[in-house]
């Protein structure tokens, strides 16, 4: 089954002399439960392919399907929604809630979609247990170190138990071993919990936890990698990408 799917998708900004192409008619597909990074230099349109994937800046042209949803087809309110309950976002500075505390942050996405709070704390716990802080709960973002603030996003962005994952750089704010520590957490939601994950990413050693690497360069894919081929482990498949 295919859990997302973009055809012929672009993004232009500006007008005239002064357009740019940031996605230039990009057709992909991953299918559900893998496990995918996206790869290129800096200005690609690496994470303009994430955001118009998750529904957060509407493409120039072109379709997107999430779990079999058109999304360029829905209002506002029903993208919000779809957002709401099939995707799962994580970003590279977190965006946690300096104010509420892990529980808090993890169960805010059922607390806006009206699950009553004993509920959205039980499913909460359950998923930061899950990621290995069920000893932090009660904490606040700054008693806990960047590697555990992401644990706390990647719960968040599952706690609602959507169909797809989409992480934004999520160790570019880490040191090495934290940031190994996330992309194999990443390796798990998509291994052991069944969920579709796309992943951007500048590290190689990152993106060779994923099954699949997609190269984007001036806006469009000029080639793609199945980690599966090449035998070895996770350092010695980041070296042969690096």
Known sequence: MTAIRVENLTKRYGQGAATVTALDHVTL??????????????????????????GL?????????????????LNDDKLTELRRRRLGFIFQFFNLLPVLNAIE??????????IKPAESRERAVAWLECVGLGQRIEHRPSQLS????????????LVAEPAVVLAD???????????DEIAGLLRQV?????????????DPRVAAYADRIIFIKDGAVVDQTSLASIAGTVPAVAGHLA
């Open 57 to 73: 800046d509407r493409p120039t042209e072109g379709t997107v399907w999430i779990d079999g949803e058109e999304l360029t087809s």
């Open 190 to 202: 998509a291994t052991e919990w069944g969920r579709t994950v796309m992943m951007v990413t500048h």
């Open 105 to 114: 942050n993890v169960a805010l996405p059922l607390t806006l979609d009206g």
């Open 146 to 157: 960047g590697g555990q603030q992401q644990r706390v996003a990647v719960a968040r962005a």
């Open 169 to 179: 750089e999520p160790t570019g704010n880490l040191d090495s071993l934290a940031s």
């Open 29 to 54: 597909s991953v299918q559900a439960g893998e496990f995918v990074a996206v790869m290129g230099p800096s200005g690609s349109g690496k994470s303009t392919l994430l955001h118009l994937a998750g």
